[in-house]
């Protein structure tokens, strides 16, 4: 299984807003509503962002927000703050019962 | 609130077996809709999954790591592990041990231990 397809980089000013695409095939992310993301910051364990393409778990904040159409998974991040600026990982289920990450997006806040 | 804590060498000499053991707090990993899951991240790279296994002891694996790759459960000691054989340095990276969810909870991981740097060197 190839990993998802990430845009290396994204960058924006303090409150603009980006997206983050993450594309797959209709063996992943275009099969299943089982898209999830994860911010990474340098030495640290990734956290769980959103879950089930839409869904944000308690505690992340509502500037955070996701789509999906077709094989392509897009993340919003709202209101750019400069704590924002980590790496971004899509993952999805796929048809052979694994699961498949992207190949990440550095977040740049100008 | 469940914590994970992996451990094991951090020194493997190629062509050896990588051993590690995941020791889960708060949380029982006999405990159905969960995956006890292993992901790898080498310097400067991506997040790779490696593998997980349910509750019931049933395991799913990467196709590229299918062949070398064993995951597996003490719940006696509330520990999974994983053993990665024939290691050459390729497979140097920072393991992850997480808990995973089933389709009951989307296949999210919502939890992560901190990981640990495994080398691969003679």
């Known amino acids: 299984q190839s990993a998802l397809t990430q845009p290396a980089s994204v960058s924006g000013s303090p409150g603009q807003s980006i997206t983050i695409s993450c594309t797959g095939t209709s063996s992943d992310v275009g099969g299943y509503n089982y898209v999830s993301w994860y911010q990474q910051h340098p030495g640290k364990a990734p956290k769980l962002m959103i879950y089930e393409v839409t869904n944000r778990p308690s505690g992340v904040s509502d500037r955070f927000s996701a789509s999906k159409s077709g094989d392509t998974a897009s993340l919003t991040i709202s209101g750019l703050q400069t704590e924002d600026e980590a790496d971004y990982y899509c993952?999805?289920?796929?048809?052979?019962?694994?699961?498949?990450f992207g190949s990440g997006t550095k977040v740049i806040v100008l | 609130q469940v914590q994970l804590q992996e451990s094991g060498p951090g020194l493997v000499r190629p062509s050896q077996t990588l051993s590690l053991t995941c020791t889960v707090f708060g949380g029982s990993i006999s405990s159905d809709y969960h995956f006890w899951t292993w992901i790898r991240q080498p310097a400067g790279k991506g997040l790779e999954w490696i593998g997980r296994?349910?509750?019931?002891?049933?395991?799913n694996y990467s196709p590229s790591l299918k062949s070398r790759v064993t995951i597996s459960a003490d719940t006696s000691k509330n520990q999974f592990s994983l053993n990665l054989n024939s290691v050459t340095a390729a497979d140097t990276a920072v393991y992850y041990c997480?808990?995973?969810?089933?389709?009951?909870?989307?296949?999210?991981?919502?939890?992560w231990g901190q990981g640990t740097l495994v080398t691969v060197s003679s």
């Open positions: 993952s999805s289920y796929t048809r052979g019962g694994t699961i498949v």
């Open positions: 997480a808990r995973g969810g089933d389709f009951a909870e989307g296949y999210r991981i919502d939890h």
């Open positions: 296994m349910y509750t019931s002891g049933s395991t």
